[in-house]
């Protein structure tokens, strides 16, 4: 079987990918293990650039028939006796329209409309459930499909199956890996009325993360120690609850609904890079180049986002008859990398932040937040680069701005730091 792209692993990564190749009128043919389209939490929380992403894919309109969107993400810090020492706003419509909100959508419910939407084009090949094994050689795949062998040529090949991706290993290319000191537990369940922002609600050794689905239900994240879960799951229910209804009171009557420890899924986070998404023809994408800590709710965005800087790069090789100068590839990393590792870093730094425990600790901690919230310039900046619309880079004057609030108009700036076309795809006025 010969095609013209093939893309390991069909997560969000790949079908993003193979969608923006078959509206261009490429031959691509996905291979995906999973008969279905996940049965795991993997992920809902859907940045602004991807809404963007998804607009200029022509899918707006279908997802927000879906979604859940909100705007505005509480953040409470109790004390021991379980009273307020901060509770404060943060709001993506700081933002310039008309990408400023967030929404939710199960990472199933996501998978299911890319698929529906490539299964319209005849270009597109999809092989589920399909196992890759090899590359055998240059240019050519193993796949088992049931008990066959098949082996596809491809012009390229793109390794979009996630943290463990094999096409990676074929490349040879190295990997920096980082684990935390905590998991998270997840579970989503009936949400309470009242529950229509995002709430993070910490206290000096616990953190619970809610955030609205649509048809009335909550995603729930709550961290734990490593290597507590066996011992969670050896106590009833009933603690699970009360450590629950303590932090958010209102989730009394709601939490309740999960009846099994078996609903409730173990998060462990992990940080990983790899130091090349390139070599020769073949691309990494998706988690399978780098996964995050889950604290700034950003993997699933960055699979997208990266799909779609090389669906288009590809798409304008083909276009322009430069699908042989493979030295065009290069043009994805550096778009992406950079983009990718200051992302990550925001993610980690949320990940240490809340994973410390201590009463000191959660005192700097509330400090901080404080600071970093009643100061306009310091809380655009750091949403802006949450979103992903933008990278507003931090400096040393916001030492200052820690200590004396700013206010403003910060339009100027947010344009001046705002990802452009150009900047998405910066090959286009070179490539001919
Ligand atoms: C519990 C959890 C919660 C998360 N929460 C969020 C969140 O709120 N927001 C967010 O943005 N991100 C979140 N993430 C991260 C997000 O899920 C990932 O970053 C994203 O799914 C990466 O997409 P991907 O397509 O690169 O990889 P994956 O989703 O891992 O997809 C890879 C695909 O490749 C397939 N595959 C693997 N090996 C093979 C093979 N040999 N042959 C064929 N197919 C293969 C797999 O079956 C899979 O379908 C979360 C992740 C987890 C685990």
Not at 69 to 85: A, M, R, V
Not at 186 to 211: C, I, N, Q, W, Y
Request: net charge positive; charged share 25%; glycine share 8%.
């Amino acid at each position: 079987m010969k095609t013209e792209v093939l893309i390991i692993g069909g997560g969000v990564a790949g079908l993003t990918l193979a969608l923006k190749l078959v509206k261009r009128k490429i031959d691509v043919v996905i291979v995906e293990k999973d008969p279905t389209l996940g049965r795991t939490y993997k992920g809902e929380l859907i940045q602004p650039k991807t809404i963007q992403l998804l607009d200029r894919l022509g899918l707006l309109q279908l997802f927000q028939e879906q979604w859940n969107t909100f705007s505005t993400i509480h953040t409470t810090e109790l004390s021991k006796e379980n009273t307020p020492i901060l509770n404060q706003a943060m709001s993506y419509q700081l933002l310039p329209g008309p990408y400023n909100y967030a929404t939710m959508l199960p990472h199933s419910q996501i998978k299911k409309l890319l698929l529906q939407e490539l299964l319209t084009y005849e270009s597109f090949t999809n092989l589920q459930p399909a196992v890759f094994s090899e590359i055998k050689k240059d240019n050519e795949a193993v796949i088992r499909i049931g008990k066959e062998k098949v082996e596809i040529q491809a012009r390229f090949i793109i390794g979009a199956e996630g943290v463990g991706s094999k096409v990676r290993k074929h490349m040879g290319v190295s990997v920096s890996k980082q684990t935390y000191n905590h998991d998270f537990l997840t579970v989503s369940f009936p949400a309470p009325k009242e529950l229509k922002a995002g709430e993070m609600v910490a206290t000096h050794d616990r953190f619970l993360g809610l955030f609205p689905l649509p048809n009335q239900e909550v995603r729930t994240v709550y961290l734990i120690r490593k290597g507590e879960f066996k011992k969670w799951r050896s106590e009833p229910l009933q603690q699970f609850y009360d450590h629950y209804i303590s932090l958010y009171p209102p989730l009394d009557g709601y939490v309740q609904h999960i009846q099994a420890w078996k609903d409730i899924q173990l998060m462990v986070p992990i940080r990983q890079h790899t130091d090349r998404y390139v070599k020769d023809s073949f691309v990494l994408i998706g988690d399978a180049a780098h996964s995050v800590h889950p604290m700034a709710g950003e993997g699933m965005n960055l699979a997208i986002q990266g799909a779609d800087v090389l669906g288009e790069l590809l798409g304008d090789m083909y276009e322009t008859g430069n699908q042989d100068q493979v030295k065009w590839l290069e043009e994805y990393e550096n778009v992406r990398k950079k983009r990718v590792k200051s992302i990550m870093d925001l993610s980690h730094m949320g990940g240490v932040v809340y994973g410390k425990s201590g009463v000191a600790w959660q005192r700097s901690r509330a400090l901080a937040l404080k600071q970093l919230i009643n100061n306009k310039v310091l809380l655009t900046k750091y949403i802006f680069n949450i979103s992903g619309l933008g990278h507003w880079p931090f400096s040393f004057k916001d030492g200052i701005r820690f200590v004396h609030s700013s206010d403003g108009d910060l339009s100027e700036q947010l344009s001046r730091y705002m990802f452009k076309v150009e900047d998405d795809y910066p090959w286009k006025s070179r490539m001919r």
